[in-house]
């Protein structure tokens, strides 16, 4: 008898708005699924994309990365799915002013919102051919975001420039982070 994907369990354990508690979990690999990530945070099951937000939504709430692989895990189940470069997709930036200072927070294709700051650093890779920036945020667990490219540029719009070490900054939180080379 085959392992089988049990959708409604997924949804009724997923009833509260806390994360469950992954790391406590320790199931034993029940197989691959037909479950894909693209590279703009796009979810399909079998190459179609998942119709309803609240799927995705849900499934990200019980991903984990182990290695370089992704898995969808209950306290029973743990299901490998495709990733093709980060699981989670920044659409959105909202700027803050707190007493703090400022204070950039995200939120992702799947609604997670995440706040730029010592927890949640931000990544850029330059591309060695193309000099193209690829910004990349820290979500949980050592998963990580890639920022849209209009999120980018209105990262880029705020950025301070550091003149003597030719850089791009942004702060958030108290924090300074790198952005890019000028």
């Avoid at 945070?41 to 019980?62: A, M, N, T, Y």
């Avoid at 990580?144 to 209105?154: I, M, P, T």
Wanted: net charge negative; hydrophobic share 35%; glycine share 4%.
């Amino acid at each position: 008898m085959s392992a089988r994907f049990d959708f409604e369990n997924i949804i009724n354990l997923l009833s509260s708005d806390s994360l469950p508690p992954l790391d406590l979990w320790q199931p034993e690999l029940s197989g691959d699924i037909d479950i894909s990530i693209d590279s703009q945070g796009v979810w399909r099951h079998c190459g179609d994309e998942f119709k309803r937000l609240q799927i995705p939504k849900l499934f990200s709430r019980i991903l984990c990365r182990e290695g370089d692989e992704y898995f969808l895990k209950t306290p029973v189940e743990k299901w490998r799915i495709s990733v093709l470069e980060t699981p989670f997709y920044f659409i959105h930036l909202q700027k803050t002013i707190t007493p703090k200072g400022v204070q950039l927070t995200f939120v992702s294709s799947t609604e997670d919102v995440i706040v730029l700051d010592e927890e949640h650093p931000l990544r850029v890779e330059i591309n060695k051919k193309t000099a193209q920036p690829s910004p990349y945020l820290m979500v949980r667990s050592n998963m990580e975001g890639k920022l849209s490219r209009n999120v980018y540029y209105e990262l880029a719009a705020m950025a301070e420039i550091d003149e003597s070490q030719q850089k791009a900054f942004v702060c958030s939180a108290g924090k300074r982070f790198y952005i890019g080379d000028i």
